[in-house]
């Protein structure tokens, strides 16, 4: 398994984690996100930042969420981003891993503080039917990170694929997520070893969609 050093393994992802979002209340939610899902994010940002910059062939940085600007509202989701940026991945073109109450998802994202959002827009017009075809059908498509669904890539027509292309043009807010979703019962969120393997998996097969975002 081609990852840093980890001073402990990482045990996958248990129900308590996923019970951490039916907790009421910013403080009480925090604390226990705190607890038993941020060491585990920050576990795996160290083991499969290594990882990725040899993937992606420049250094890649973790980032965990810390939901810092919160002051009411409990996060529904949390992550880990890794980014070419020391100081934070929301303006560039980056992967992620982490969870909501229902699922664990690992995908490629370009959200809407990215400045990048044309240069991909343009190349993956460009190259729309490589991506159809590039894609596994399972992979899950996003317009929007703040919502638990998205759209399944052997369902779209090629005008539904284009439209969210276009639509990071077009629309200042806009952003776009491509990858799996990893059902909170599915026995492989159980096996750390094996999740760390997928991880690396999704990854590599979305490198193309990276590399888009860049000039």
Wanted: contains cysteine; glycine residues 6%.
């Amino acid at each position: 398994m081609n990852t840093t050093a980890a001073t402990v393994p990482f045990t996958g992802f248990a129900k308590r984690d996923f019970e951490v979002f039916e907790i009421e209340g910013l403080e009480p939610r925090m604390e226990a996100l705190i607890e038993r899902v941020r060491p585990k994010l920050n576990l795996l940002g160290d083991m499969l930042s290594g990882y990725l910059g040899d993937l992606c062939g420049e250094e890649m940085f973790a980032h965990v969420a810390r939901h810092a600007r919160r002051t009411v509202n409990p996060p529904n989701d949390t992550w880990v981003a890794y980014a070419n940026n020391k100081r934070g991945y929301k303006a560039h073109p980056h992967f992620q891993i982490g969870l909501w109450s229902t699922h664990v998802f690992i995908q490629f994202a370009i959200i809407y503080e990215s400045a990048n959002k044309n240069i991909f827009a343009e190349r993956a017009l460009a190259e729309l039917e490589s991506i159809k075809k590039s894609v596994p059908a399972h992979y899950i498509w996003s317009k929007d990170h703040m919502v638990p669904t998205g759209m399944v890539h052997r369902d779209m027509s090629d005008a539904e694929l284009a439209e969210l292309f276009n639509r990071l043009q077009t629309v200042k807010a806009s952003e776009l997520t491509c990858g799996i979703h990893i059902s909170r019962g599915d026995p492989l969120l159980a096996d750390g070893e094996a999740f760390v393997k997928r991880a690396q998996e999704v990854f590599a097969t979305l490198l193309p969609l990276y590399r888009m975002g860049f000039a």
